[in-house]
């Protein structure tokens, strides 16, 4: 059953419906399309996660983020692209809770314009995920060159 927002359009509702629309993992919208404030961007807000729009990574870049419940604690999965017309050796995702970063992941190896990542938290906080693409150079580093992607925000602090 649909909400009462307007209709899910654009490179968000695109993903949404990719996902599975209100039968996917991110449910029903729970708000109209938002404008990011100081942010070329915009999100959507579902009954289990969050969309962004982030074009300074790509004109079609969307992040998208998600919560279920899981054995140990709470699985988030976060899944974003594409990137074209940029394609990067890797991403690296971070995470922070309550405003304080709690962890990064460097995902190699996949496609070079999108991917996935799942992991486990304790609902206990704020979360926001950022992405950002990134090309490896010599000895280790990497070269990043678009920035961090419009944070996916999720409420995991319930009563």
């Known amino acids: 059953m649909m909400s009462n927002f307007s209709s899910v359009g654009g490179l968000i509702g695109d993903r949404w419906r990719a996902l599975g629309a209100e039968n996917g993992p991110?449910?029903?919208?729970?708000?109209?399309?938002?404008?990011?404030?100081?942010?070329?961007?915009?999100?959507?807000?579902?009954?289990?996660?969050?969309?962004?729009?982030?074009?300074?990574?790509?004109?079609?870049?969307?992040?998208?983020?998600?919560?279920?419940?899981?054995?140990r604690g709470v699985d988030v999965t976060i899944d974003w692209g594409p990137t074209t017309p940029f394609n990067y050796d890797l991403f690296i995702v971070r995470w922070d809770r309550n405003g304080s970063n709690v962890g990064q992941e460097t995902i190699r190896g996949g496609p070079r314009e999108s991917g996935r990542y799942t992991l486990t938290v304790q609902p206990d906080g704020q979360y926001s995920f950022i992405v950002e693409g990134c090309d490896a150079v010599t000895f280790g580093s990497s070269r990043c060159r678009q920035g961090w992607t419009i944070p996916v925000n999720l409420n995991l602090a319930f009563p």
């Open 26 to 71: 991110l449910g029903n919208p729970m708000s109209d399309e938002l404008v990011v404030p100081g942010r070329n961007g915009r999100r959507r807000i579902f009954n289990a996660g969050e969309i962004v729009w982030s074009p300074d990574q790509g004109p079609n870049m969307v992040v998208a983020g998600w919560v279920k419940n899981g054995a």
